[in-house]
């Protein structure tokens, strides 16, 4: 798989391209082409919601800072910030149905002997609530998985972001000059 291209200021600054200037500032214009040069916008149903508004803004503060908070970027960013929040909330049900499983495995001896419930009762009860517990954590794996691979295609990730940093070239000696020098 060939390597992605980098940006034009990328280009710039590793200072080793085969590339002409006209090259170069072809492709910047062409990447300044790309963008609206509108501010990324929040969606009604993401501002609605306390967890995804947040983090809504957290990446937009990030995005500004990397001169990315363009509105091309607004349906995928907002798309993020919806499955952020939804995750959240799975997360939130799996823990408090753990929290009740542990409350009637510690209560299950006083449940059976005060007549409230049968064995058979507690241990289809318990099986049912492993059941919902392992489809949420199935419901929350699945969340994250879309959310990664939101975050690997907008450099929301090291990996990513490591693609369009530029590599840092090492100084070679001159073996003469270190020679003349005593080096």
Known sequence: MPTPTKPANVIRLEKKSHRTKKELASRENAE???LTGEKLKERKEVKSDPVAH???LRIKKLLEKIEK???LYSSVINRYCQLYAECKDFEEKREAIYKQLLDLQENCQKMIDEEEMTM???YNLELGMQKNLVSLDKQVQAKRKMLLDIEKENIMTIASALRSVPKKTEKKDNPLLAALNGS
Do not use: M, Q
């Open 69 to 71: 908070n363009d509105d």
């Open 32 to 34: 300044k082409t790309l």
């Open 54 to 56: 947040k983090e809504f």
């Open 120 to 122: 058979k009762e507690y």
